[in-house]
Nanobody
């Protein structure tokens, strides 16, 4: 069992920045870990994910604006109102993906989420 705890959400104006953090209780030798988000009335979508060797995959909607670090911290820059959502940290352990998927169904462990609100 892996526990994940997110922090760092908040409210900012468009163009602002936030940094999200995710603390994991354990790491396997091979894993995928990353961030997903769900806006009201929409399905949850992958934002950015990283594998144990540091290979990162970004959703097209956040490329050039969001940056994921090896410790699974997510830097959100140039925020837009459409980035408003609950952001979730997730991980799957024990599977070696050459490139981690952005498919939420591939991830077994989830945090409770942290809210990001961007006003225009």
């Amino acid at each position: 069992q892996v526990q994940l705890v997110e922090s760092g959400g908040g409210s900012v104006q468009a163009g602002g920045s936030l940094r999200l953090s995710c603390a994991a209780s354990a790491y396997a030798t091979v894993y995928c870990m990353g961030w997903f988000r769900q806006a009201p009335g929409k399905e949850r979508e992958g934002v950015a994910v990283i594998n144990n060797v540091g290979r990162i995959t970004y959703a097209d909607s956040v490329k050039g604006r969001f940056s994921l670090s090896k410790d699974n911290g997510l830097q959100l820059d140039s925020l837009k109102p459409e980035d408003t959502a609950m952001y979730y940290c997730a991980t799957t352990q024990g599977v070696a993906w050459p490139r981690c998927p952005l498919d939420e169904n591939r991830y077994k462990y989830w945090g409770q989420g942290t809210q990001v609100t961007v006003s225009s």
